[in-house]
């Protein structure tokens, strides 16, 4: 999937024309890169002024939060197919997997904060984030039972503040999943 479709996609999904020519779509990337309204962010395209989060609590607004969370995994999962970062505190890949997603949205939904630090900060976050500590999965827990240890990290983005960062090692294959993020209040 190439980078033009991606554009694409974002022109559809934010109710901009789609260009007929490609001199006219060249010419409309052009602007948006000088407005900076799409970034690139290591091959990915993230929409950073168009995306408007709720602010409140009601279960409406947390539903909305839900479905923008996972609007940005679907795009971001489009523009890197590997499906994962290189951290390097761990000096290993983080990877993102259906379970990522799935427990993301559900939690970090609950908060603007939370949404707020994963779609402006999502590949800083699991690229730069610092090892806390390391504890054994939570017994009670479903979707934990598969981790043989979970990884909590933080990282700290100057301008906005602290964001945990969750990251669950598979038994057997010690692949490091992404579980959750979460800002810290």
Known sequence: MGYEFLLVLFFIRYGYEVPKT????????????RKRIVLSLKHTIMTKNTIEIPI??????????????????????????????????????????????????????????????????????????????????????????????IIVMEYEKEEFGKIKLTVGVLKGSKQHIQYCITAIE
């Open 22 to 33: 490609p001199q006219k779509f060249i010419k409309k990337v052009a602007f948006f890169s």
């Open 56 to 149: 409140g609590t009601t279960l409406d607004d947390m539903k909305v939060r839900k479905q923008i969370i996972r609007d940005f995994y679907a795009t971001w999962n489009a523009a890197n197919p590997t499906k994962q970062v290189y951290n390097a505190n761990l000096k290993e890949f983080i990877n993102i997997r259906f379970l990522s997603i799935q427990e993301t949205s559900m939690i970090a939904a609950n908060k603007y904060s939370s949404t707020f630090a994963l779609t402006h900060y999502f590949t800083e976050i699991l690229e730069l984030a610092k090892e806390i500590r390391r504890t054994p999965p939570k017994k009670d827990n479903d979707n934990q039972k598969r981790f043989s240890e």
